[in-house]
Each structure stands twice: as structure tokens, then as C-alpha cells.
């Protein structure tokens, strides 16, 4: 296949969540896609929540994917900010007139998009580690950890945070670093804790930071940000038992005044989980190379406290298939990024600065309380209304990028695009 032509396959690094919507929306362009993930099985059951935003949920609608996610999730309609003592410190609403977030298990989103896949006829191998490629002049080869290769025209790492397709595409790309805190969360059934009216309640606790909601049927779920200067694997923070973790956990929060050490003691340790590390990804300077492409954590991971990574994830996805629709691979990848990179850049921006806040001392914490009062009464909830408000027209035609000396949007998806 020549430069100038259509591409027809595309191998899929990575079976997360950005991996088979990749896949979907490929597949609806007329591209034939296959997925390759690294672990020997499924990942059901893994993980904690996460929030899906409205506009990621409007993007799945794209690809006919909305109607089988929004029954899972559980409306979020702001985030209401707290101090140690439970003393309220704002609020960040939704915009009017925007949706709320949702917010639902990672597994439960996984499992969905799983099923569809495979309905739609999406192969999806498992146990396929990508450790290499090789490019030709007409197509590009997977090899993987097992021995095998697989080649189609054009191959997209949609590998997560601690992407291998990432330096392939550039060896001097940046990595995920350590933000100096670990993520646990919960679910539990029923607790005796008044609900919070479908706001999350996050408290900049003096030792750690938590996030609560209770929902009216009295289940709720929380999650803590502990500090921990030095940085942990996964693996490292996993091999200490939930049974271990649980009293530190409680003992971190011993002299706040939020629920935080009752919804701990209510909960089992196999109720626990043990997200891990948190990690904090740089700007990826080089997007694509050649017949390779990032999407997803890959290339954009917002903090995990912006609600957007999986939303972010989902929009890149489907444009990303949209370009590749429309246009020979070298302009469509320019496109792509042309339309995907000054959104997300400004979504990571205006989300970041809540790791360090979460991760600050004594003196920090007073700081940060006192700027987030001043905060919350300052930022307007309908000035957060262009995050949200993203539509994508499936059928509007992708044109070609103008040259990087041309400012502004690429391409015109639809009237309402990319604000
Ligand atoms: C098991 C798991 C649990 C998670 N739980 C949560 C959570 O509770 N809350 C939350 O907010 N976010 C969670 N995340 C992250 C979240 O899914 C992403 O931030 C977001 O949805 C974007 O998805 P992604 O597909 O780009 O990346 P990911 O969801 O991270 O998916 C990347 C996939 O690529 C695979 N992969 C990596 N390297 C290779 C390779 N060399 N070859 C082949 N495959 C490879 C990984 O195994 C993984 O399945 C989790 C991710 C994983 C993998």
C-alpha cells in the first residue's frame, strides 16, 4: 500500500477501554481492526471506579455505544470540597443545562464494551504482549513477547500509561511519573452515613485525602490518596495485604472530622481495593510515526481527580477512526492530532493541580484550603461548560490539516466541535 492510499487494517495495541472502542469505531469506518492485550485473560473485575463525563458518553453515541454504558453509572452532579473537619470549603457544580457526570466501575465499563466488541465481530487476542515492530515501506509488523507477529497498514497503541507503542513512536518520549500518592477505593452495600444528594465529597484530610459519596439507596463508594514519599510499584503496593493496609488507612484519617474512619471500618478487607500508585504523564511532544499512532493513556492522561481520562480516551478513539476513514494514514494522523491535542492539553491544564494539592504538607494544606475557597467562588461552573460540551458528527467528512504554519481547528466534525 502506498502513502497516498486508503487504509483497509489496523492492529490495535492494548484491550482496555480506549483499545475496543478503537476497535468499534474502526470497524464502522470499514477498517478492519484487531486487538491485541497483553494479559492472558479478561480484566474482570479489576479496578475501581472511574467517571465517565458527558462528553465521553455523547462521543460513544457516535459508534451506537451510549445507550449500552449509561445504565451503569451513577449520576455525580458535583463535587462538594472539604477541610479536615468537614467544614465545607466549595463546591463545583455542573454546568446548567450539561448532564451529569457518571460514575461507574471500571469492570462494569470493560465488560460492556467487551460484549459489544464481540457482537460486532472485533477478534480481540489475549496473551499478545507487543515487545516490537517492524516497518515496512506498505505495512507494519507486531511482534510479540510469545513469538508471533501480525501485520496490517497501520498499527495504533492504545497500550495505556506505560505504553510500549509510546517509544517506539519516539525514544525520547517522557514517561508516567510518581505523584507521590496511592489510590485505594471501596464499594460498599449499605451504610449508615447520611447521603450526599449525588455529589462526590472530597476532604483535603490533614494526613491524606478522601472522596465519599452515599447514594440515596444508603451503598456508597469512597476512595483515599494516601502520601507516600517514596515511590511503589503496583506490585510493590499490592503485596502488603488489604488486612495491613485497612488500620493504616483508618489510622490516617484518626483526627479528621468527615466520615472517612467510619466508611473505613465498615469496610472488608475484600472489599479493598488496591488501585496503586498514582502517576502524573508529561505532554507527549510526537503523536504518531510512520504507520504508528497513540491514543488514549498512551498519549494523554489527564490526573486521575479530572473525571476525563476515559472520556478523553473514548473521544480520541472514535476521531482517531474518523481521520483514518477519511484520509491516506500521514494526513489522517496529522488530523487527528491537529483536532485532539489542543483539547486535551487544555483539559489536562485546567485539571492538574489537584495531585499536588492532595500530596502537600501542613503549610500546603492551609494554602490550598485557602485557595480553593477562593477558588470555587471564583470559577463559574458554566466557564467549565466548553470540557463538557464536545459533540462528534460521525458522518461530517474529515479534511486534511492545513500546514503546521496555519492556525486553528482541523477538522470540522461538526458545528459544535472542539470548543
Ligand atoms: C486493570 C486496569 C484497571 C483500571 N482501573 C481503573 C480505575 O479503577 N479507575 C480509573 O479511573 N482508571 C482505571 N484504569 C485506567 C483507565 O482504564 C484509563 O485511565 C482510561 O480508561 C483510558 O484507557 P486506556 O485504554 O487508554 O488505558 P488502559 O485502560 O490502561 O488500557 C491499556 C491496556 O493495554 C494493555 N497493554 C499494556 N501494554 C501492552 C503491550 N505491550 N501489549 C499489549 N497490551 C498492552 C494493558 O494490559 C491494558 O489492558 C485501569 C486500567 C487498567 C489496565
Not at 160 to 186: E, H, M, N, W
Not at 236 to 249: D, G, K, M, S, Y
Request: aromatic share 6%; glycine share 10%; with cysteine.
Amino acid at each position: 500500500m502506498s502513502d497516498s492510499r486508503q487504509t483497509r487494517s489496523a492492529l490495535v495495541i492494548g484491550g482496555g477501554i480506549a483499545g475496543p472502542v478503537t476497535a468499534m469505531a474502526l470497524r464502522q469506518a470499514g477498517i478492519e481492526a484487531t486487538v491485541y492485550e497483553a494479559y492472558p485473560h479478561t480484566a474482570e473485575g479489576a479496578g475501581a471506579g472511574l467517571s465517565l463525563a458527558p462528553n465521553g458518553l455523547d462521543a460513544l453515541d457516535a459508534i451506537g455505544l451510549g445507550h449500552l454504558v449509561r445504565p451503569l453509572g451513577k449520576p455525580m452532579a458535583g463535587i462538594v470540597l472539604q477541610d479536615w473537619a468537614g467544614r465545607r470549603l466549595g463546591e463545583f457544580g455542573n454546568p446548567p443545562g450539561v448532564p451529569p457526570m457518571q460514575f461507574l466501575r471500571r469492570a462494569e465499563l470493560y465488560r460492556a464494551l467487551y460484549q459489544e466488541a464481540e457482537r460486532r465481530g472485533v477478534r480481540i487476542e489475549h496473551g499478545k504482549r507487543l515487545v516490537g515492530v517492524e516497518e515496512g515501506a506498505d505495512q507494519v509488523t507486531a511482534l510479540f513477547a510469545d513469538g508471533t507477529r501480525t501485520t496490517a497498514d497501520v498499527l495504533i497503541g492504545a497500550d495505556g500509561l506505560r505504553s510500549t507503542v509510546r517509544p517506539l513512536v519516539d525514544p525520547a518520549a517522557p514517561g508516567p511519573q510518581y505523584a507521590g500518592l496511592i489510590s485505594f477505593g471501596a464499594e460498599l452495600e449499605r451504610v449508615a452515613v447520611p447521603g450526599t444528594e449525588d455529589r462526590m465529597n472530597m476532604s483535603f484530610g490533614k494526613r491524606a485525602f478522601f472522596g465519599y459519596q452515599v447514594f440515596e439507596d444508603a451503598s456508597a463508594v469512597w476512595f483515599v490518596n494516601l502520601p507516600h514519599r517514596e515511590p511503589m510499584t503496583a506490585a510493590e503496593v499490592q503485596r502488603t495485604p488489604a488486612r495491613q493496609w485497612l488500620p493504616r488507612l483508618r489510622e490516617a484519617f484518626a483526627e479528621d472530622g468527615t466520615p472517612a474512619t467510619r466508611l473505613i471500618e465498615a469496610t472488608d478487607p475484600d472489599q479493598l481495593i488496591i488501585v496503586g500508585p498514582m502517576e502524573n504523564m508529561p505532554a507527549v511532544p510526537t503523536w504518531s510515526r510512520g504507520r504508528l499512532v497513540l491514543v488514549g493513556d498512551a498519549v494523554h492522561a489527564p490526573s486521575s481527580s479530572s473525571g476525563q481520562g476515559a472520556s478523553l480516551a473514548i473521544e480520541s478513539a472514535i476521531q482517531l477512526a474518523r481521520c483514518l476513514r477519511d484520509l491516506p494514514h500521514p494526513q489522517a494522523f496529522a488530523a487527528y492530532e491537529a483536532e485532539r491535542r489542543p483539547r486535551v492539553e487544555k483539559i489536562i491544564r485546567a485539571t492538574t493541580r489537584k495531585n499536588g494539592a492532595k500530596a502537600a504538607g501542613p503549610v500546603g494544606r492551609v494554602l490550598n484550603a485557602w485557595a480553593l475557597r477562593v477558588f470555587s467562588k471564583l470559577v463559574k461552573p458554566a466557564k467549565m461548560a466548553w470540557m463538557f460540551d464536545y459533540r462528534i458528527d460521525w458522518e461530517a467528512r474529515v479534511t486534511a490539516a492545513p500546514s503546521p504554519s496555519a492556525t486553528g481547528p482541523v477538522t470540522r466534525s461538526a458545528p459544535s466541535a472542539a470548543r
